[in-house]
């Protein structure tokens, strides 16, 4: 009589090798779930082929081999990550554009915000010789960065003049007004021919709307005097005016 069954008791352990089975007879349905353990399976046997593409990244501990960072995408430092140290010493900035981040409100005391240079450049201009303050065409304007700031003004002032009392006021125009900077002027005595007189005066600032300032003067005494100017006398130094705003 044929024997055409085998009961697994009759199969002693390890009696069945690997060439008794014919090509393709384990199947997947004959490998029971979690019987092919890690003892199974040799060094080296699971390549990139075998890996899916959706591997959990929480399935990746330890420390990991070096790798193209190119071919990591969605990986952003976390915020302050990136300390000093780990900045090249040269960076290849160009084309890009730098925030630096800080405001008025982020520099100390005494911090120097910004500087206008109003340098006169209208022709010379003959200045009063009775009571009345003549606008010798020399103005400057800033927009303050910060409402807690100060103003400081300095002008030097060139020209010449007979022997006459010279005053120079610096006055706010700002919104169509005409009134004279709080100690902003000068009363420069007695002098004759050339002569450059230099004032320097500080404001407070509580806005950051432009504001414009003048130079007005007056010679007393009946006699002309004259404010330089480099348009009528590029061999001359010209009179200038500059504000500075100071943090507060």
Known sequence: MAIDT????????GAVDTADLADGAVTTAKITDGNITTAKIANGEITDAKLATGISSSKLTG???AIDG???TGVDPADGSITTAKLDS???LSGKTVTYGLSSGDMPSGSVLQIVYAPKTTARQALSNGSQY???GHTASITPVSNNSNLLFR????GNTGTT????HIKETTGGGDSNVNGVNSYTGDHSGWRIDVIEQQISNTVTTERTFKVVALCSNGVYGYQNSTVTYPNHVGALLTITEIKA
């Open 165 to 168: 009392n010279l005053r120079l």
């Open 63 to 65: 420390a990991l081999p």
């Open 70 to 72: 190119s071919s990591l």
């Open 90 to 92: 040269t960076l290849d």
């Open 6 to 13: 085998i009961k697994a008791t009759a199969i002693l352990d």
């Open 155 to 158: 002008l030097v002032h060139n």
């Open 134 to 136: 003549v606008d010798v």
